[in-house]
């Protein structure tokens, strides 16, 4: 990782989204608890300054086109991403906008692309970003839960993600909906510590 930002990640740590974002005022607002949450556990982890950006700009890019319809976001996908779930298609939309203006960081652009799946390769990052995207305290179902779960992170980041991972499925399976193959393979690498 560079110690200095893109220009790009560092003006989204200040909540500065790029042009291209389609986020309204409550997604923003959303963004901004996933970005307060994942600097305040990074610094708790140690993050230098230029660590805690990335954090931050992570929290405040995941959902920068969140808002924006799928059919308008497809176009720009790699065919095979196409086959995605369309709630799914922000996060590589996102990270492929990110890459275009020269965003190199894979850490940062994989945690963007695949926080709604998850990713058998995430790395701390991904991760904290999963759980702070699920447990932000914006989110109105389950709030005990959810503030149990946030108090236990950043020290029990695995153990937490994998009670968010294990609650979606459940969640998916009790409607009887398809489980993504990604999402599958990221509680299997959970599950088997890999």
Do not use: Q
């Not at 059919?71 to 990110?98: N, S």
């Not at 904290?128 to 236990?152: C, H, I, S």
């Not at 609650?167 to 399976?173: E, P, V």
């Amino acid at each position: 990782m560079p110690d200095k930002s893109h220009p790009v990640v560092a003006a989204a740590a200040d909540g500065v989204l790029p042009d291209w974002a389609v986020a309204g005022e409550e997604r923003r607002a959303h963004m901004a608890r996933v970005a307060s949450l994942l600097e305040s556990w990074g610094r708790k982890l140690g993050r230098n300054e230029p660590g805690v950006v990335r954090w931050r700009a992570a929290g405040f890019l995941h959902d920068a086109l969140r808002d924006a319809p799928p059919a308008e976001l497809a176009p720009g996908l790699p065919e095979r991403m196409r086959a995605l779930p369309e709630t799914a298609y922000h996060g590589p939309a996102a990270a492929a906008r990110l890459e275009a203006a020269g965003v190199e960081d894979r850490e940062l652009l994989d945690a963007i692309r695949w926080h709604t799946l998850g990713s058998t390769g995430f790395g701390e990052l991904g991760k904290a970003l999963v759980a702070a995207d699920t447990l932000e305290p914006g989110r109105a179902k389950r709030p005990a839960w959810r503030r149990e779960l946030r108090g236990r992170v950043p020290e029990e980041l695995d153990a937490v993600v994998t009670e968010i991972v294990a609650s979606r499925i459940g969640y998916l399976l009790h409607a009887r909906s398809p489980v993504h193959p990604r999402t599958l393979g990221f509680w299997n690498s959970l599950v088997n510590g890999t």
